[in-house]
């Protein structure tokens, strides 16, 4: 029965706005504020508070400073969250049946 690997699925990873963060910076590495914003169709507000959970749980680095004057954000995926996604994933395989 497929439920009985429920318990698998990382909820730090699984809101549709943080599975679109780690998914992103799977494929990117590295990502600024505002490209992320963009490419994922988020408020400021809710971005922040999604990328300090991930940031909080280790799976991403934010790294902060200052080009041209101008403020700085930018995200990098981790050791740790990159294990924590192919870990999501495979979960989510398993629920499928498709055995990641």
Same mark, same amino acid.
């Given at each position: 029965?497929?439920?009985?690997?429920?318990?698998?699925?990382?909820?730090?990873?699984?809101?549709?706005?943080?599975?679109?963060?780690?998914?992103?910076?799977? +494929?990117? /590495?590295?990502? #600024? &504020?505002? /490209?992320?914003?963009?490419? $994922?169709?988020?408020?400021?507000? +809710?971005?922040?508070?999604?990328?300090?959970?991930?940031?909080?749980?280790?799976?991403? /680095?934010?790294?902060?400073? &200052?080009?041209?004057?101008?403020?700085?954000?930018?995200?990098?995926?981790?050791?740790?969250?990159?294990?924590? &996604?192919?870990?999501?994933?495979?979960?989510?395989?398993? $629920?499928?049946? #498709?055995?990641?």
């Amino acid at each position: 029965m497929a439920s009985k690997g429920i318990g698998q699925i990382d909820e730090v990873i699984h809101g549709r706005l943080r599975l679109g963060i780690m998914t992103y910076l799977a +494929n990117a /590495e590295v990502a #600024d &504020f505002t /490209e992320l914003a963009s490419a $994922l169709e988020a408020t400021r507000g +809710n971005l922040s508070v999604h990328l300090r959970k991930l940031e909080d749980a280790g799976y991403i /680095e934010i790294e902060k400073s &200052f080009l041209d004057r101008k403020p700085l954000t930018r995200a990098r995926i981790t050791k740790i969250g990159r294990a924590a &996604f192919k870990a999501y994933v495979k979960a989510i395989a398993d $629920l499928l049946g #498709d055995g990641g």
